[in-house]
C-alpha cells in the first residue's frame, strides 16, 4: 500500500469515528431530554443499558483481563449493583468505598484497595471486612501495613509514563526505580509479601504505549521480585482508558489490541486485572444544565452556567475535552463559560456555542457519568447536579 492510500484510508477511519461521536452524542441526548420537563437543577442522566454495554465491551476487548472497577468514577449504588451483576469486581480507595463494597455483599477478597497511601484506620477496617490486598510505593506504607494485616498481598505501584493523558496522575504516585529498590527491602526486612506490580497510565489516555510500556516494566519487575525470593502472581493495569470526545481518541478495541499482544509476553499463571473507572461510566452519563445568564465584558462574552466547578465540572476547568450541545441553533461563537458561584475559580475556559445563547437554554454535555456527581458539592447554595437512572 503507497503511504498516500494508507493516509487516505486513516483519515477516512478518522472521519468514520467522528461520525461515530456525533451519533453517540445524539443517543445520549436522547435518554436525557425528557428531563428539561419540570427542570429545577442540574441533572446527571444515567443509562442502565450503556453501563452494561461498557463493561461487556470493555471485557471482549481484553478477555485475558478482569475489570475491577474503580469505585471513585461513581459510587452510585444502583451503578455498583449493575456492574456486580455484569460480574465486574471492584476496587476502592477509602472507608466509605470499602462500606459500599460490604454493603453491595461482594465477595470482600476479590475488592483491591489500590490507594497507594492509605490511614492506619482506613487498612485497620479495610482488614476487618475481610481484604487481602493493598497497594504500595514507599517503604513508609510497607510499614504501616505489615503492623496492621501482616498477612496482605501487596502489590507495588510503579512509575509509568502518564504522557498522553488528559489528567495525568504521575509524579503523587509510583515508584520510581530507587524506590522499588526501597520497598523491596523494607518488605523483606519485615516479612511482607509482594505478590504483584501495579501501574497508572493517567487518565483520559490516549496513548497506547503507556500501557505496553507498564506491561514491559512489570514483566521486568517481576524478574527481580523473583531474585528476592518473592512469588509474583498478579499484573494491574490501573485505569486511564479513554473516552471519545473528538473521535481521534484509540477506540477500546484499539488499545485492547496493543495490551492483549503486549500480555502474550507475561507468563499464564499471573492473574491480570485492570481498573477502569471513566470508561465503564462516562459514556453512560450525560449532564443536563441550563444557562442562568449572559454577558458581555469589554469584548468577552460570557455564558454562565447553573453548575461549574464546585458542581461536577472540576476536570473542564482545566484543558479537559467536553461536548457542548446547545438546544438552540445558531452561528457558533467563542463564549468564556462560568459557574454560577461567587467564586473566581469557577470559570471554565472559552467554548463554542451559539451566538445567540440566552438565559434558560437547555445545553447537554454529554461523556460525563464519570467524576461529575461524585466530584460536586452545593457551595453558595447551587444545588449539585442529581444523578437520574434511565433505562
Ligand atoms: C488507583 C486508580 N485506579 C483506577 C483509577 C481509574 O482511572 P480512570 O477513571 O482514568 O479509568 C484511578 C483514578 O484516579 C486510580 O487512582
Known amino acids: 500500500m503507497s503511504q498516500a492510500t494508507a493516509i487516505k484510508l486513516d483519515s477516512d477511519i478518522k472521519t468514520q469515528q467522528r461520525l461515530m461521536v456525533e451519533e453517540d452524542c445524539r443517543q445520549q441526548i436522547a435518554f436525557t431530554s425528557s428531563h428539561t420537563q419540570d427542570y429545577l437543577e442540574p441533572v446527571l442522566a444515567m443509562s442502565r443499558q450503556r453501563l452494561r454495554d461498557n463493561a461487556r465491551r470493555f471485557k471482549a476487548a481484553m478477555p485475558r483481563v478482569r475489570t475491577h472497577f474503580a469505585v471513585k468514577a461513581n459510587p452510585d449504588p444502583e451503578i455498583l449493583q449493575i456492574f456486580k451483576q455484569e460480574g465486574t469486581c471492584f476496587e476502592v480507595a477509602s472507608i466509605a468505598e470499602i462500606d459500599a463494597m460490604l454493603e453491595l455483599a461482594v465477595d470482600m477478597e476479590t475488592v483491591f484497595y489500590s490507594n497507594p497511601i492509605k490511614s492506619p484506620a482506613s487498612i485497620a477496617?479495610?482488614?476487618?471486612?475481610?481484604?487481602?490486598?493493598?497497594?504500595?510505593?514507599?517503604?513508609?506504607?510497607?510499614?504501616?501495613?505489615?503492623?496492621?494485616?501482616?498477612?496482605?498481598?501487596?502489590?507495588?505501584?510503579?512509575?509509568?509514563?502518564?504522557?498522553?493523558?488528559?489528567?495525568?496522575?504521575?509524579?503523587?504516585?509510583?515508584?520510581?526505580?530507587?524506590?522499588v529498590e526501597m520497598v523491596i527491602e523494607t518488605a523483606k526486612s519485615l516479612n511482607m509479601q509482594i505478590c504483584g506490580v501495579t501501574f497508572h497510565v493517567g487518565s483520559q489516555c490516549s496513548n497506547i504505549n503507556n500501557w505496553v510500556e507498564g506491561i514491559k516494566a512489570a514483566k521486568a519487575l517481576f524478574a527481580k521480585l523473583a531474585d528476592h525470593g518473592f512469588v509474583p502472581e498478579l499484573l494491574n493495569m490501573g485505569g486511564g482508558y479513554p473516552l471519545q470526545f473528538s473521535g481521534d481518541e484509540p477506540s477500546i478495541e484499539e488499545i485492547g489490541a496493543e495490551i492483549n499482544k503486549a500480555l502474550e509476553s507475561i507468563p499464564e499463571h499471573i492473574q491480570v486485572m485492570a481498573e477502569p473507572g471513566r470508561f465503564l461510566v462516562g459514556s453512560a452519563g450525560c449532564l443536563l444544565t441550563q444557562v442562568v445568564g449572559v454577558a458581555t465584558r469589554d469584548d468577552v462574552r460570557w455564558v454562565y452556567l447553573d453548575t461549574g466547578f464546585y458542581g461536577g465540572l472540576l476536570e473542564i476547568s482545566g484543558e479537559f475535552p467536553v461536548n457542548l450541545i446547545s438546544e438552540r441553533t445558531g452561528e457558533p461563537a467563542t463564549w468564556t463559560m462560568a459557574g454560577p458561584t461567587c467564586d473566581s475559580i469557577d470559570v471554565m475556559g472559552r467554548h463554542k456555542l451559539p451566538d445567540n445563547t440566552q438565559a434558560e437554554d437547555f445545553i447537554y454535555m454529554p461523556n460525563l457519568g464519570a467524576y461529575c456527581t461524585t466530584c460536586a458539592c452545593d457551595f453558595n447554595g447551587f444545588p449539585a447536579p442529581v444523578l437520574r437512572m434511565v433505562d
Do not use: C, Q
Open 125 to 179: 477496617h479495610a482488614a476487618r471486612a475481610g481484604m487481602l490486598w493493598y497497594s504500595v510505593d514507599t517503604p513508609e506504607e510497607v510499614t504501616k501495613i505489615a503492623a496492621i494485616k501482616p498477612d496482605a498481598k501487596l502489590y507495588l505501584r510503579i512509575e509509568v509514563s502518564n504522557e498522553g493523558s488528559n489528567w495525568p496522575l504521575a509524579g503523587k504516585f509510583g515508584a520510581s526505580p530507587s524506590g
